[in-house]
């Protein structure tokens, strides 16, 4: 078993970079992090990743998901905007997300995301107050809480990444 350990954590790290560079796309690179820890728990017979290990990691995936998603609508939410706004720059943020991928990957889809939640956000607001500035102002506001929510769910699935790394047996 000695050279398949080594094999086995190498192709782990290679996994788990590939998710963190998911997570930049604002694909579920977090979820994929997750899913490796307990495949490896699975694999190490929950020795070294335990439940209370994978707990963690799960708890960190929830804050970062939490935070990708509710910093948008925080956003609108704190420029007083309808609920139509702040539901449709969530729907906004993912089809973006999934159209700029589609279009140019990796850096399309953090484009698409935010454009998106800018664009539903302003003509959901729009069509609730027919008041262009304040339709702006709201997916402005959007736009600048999707980008906090995305670096902070980058900054947990680092940390995710660390975490596993440094449990791996070597």
């Known amino acids: 078993m000695g050279a398949e350990i080594y094999i086995v954590n190498v192709l782990v790290v290679v996994c788990l970079f590939i998710a963190l560079g998911l997570t930049t796309l604002t694909l ?35 804050l970062g998901e939490l935070a990708e998603f509710a910093a948008g609508a925080a956003r609108a939410k704190k420029e ?20 700029g991928t589609a279009l140019l990957p990796v850096l399309g889809s953090f484009i698409g995301a935010m454009l998106g939640a800018y664009a539903a956000s302003y003509y959901a607001e729009l069509s609730v107050c027919q008041d262009t500035a304040k339709s702006k102002k709201v997916a402005l506001s959007v736009m ?11 900054v947990v699935a680092i940390a995710m990444v660390i975490a596993v790394i440094l449990r791996l047996t070597w």
């Open 28 to 62: 579920p690179g977090n979820l994929l992090i997750f899913l490796i820890a307990a495949g490896y728990g699975f694999y190490d017979g929950f020795i070294h990743f335990d439940y209370y290990f994978l707990g963690m990691l799960f708890a960190g995936f929830a």
């Open 80 to 99: 007083k905007a309808s609920k139509r706004a702040i539901a449709a720059a969530v729907a906004g943020a993912v089809a973006g997300g999934l159209a």
């Open 144 to 154: 600048k809480g999707q980008i906090f929510g995305a670096i902070i769910k980058f």
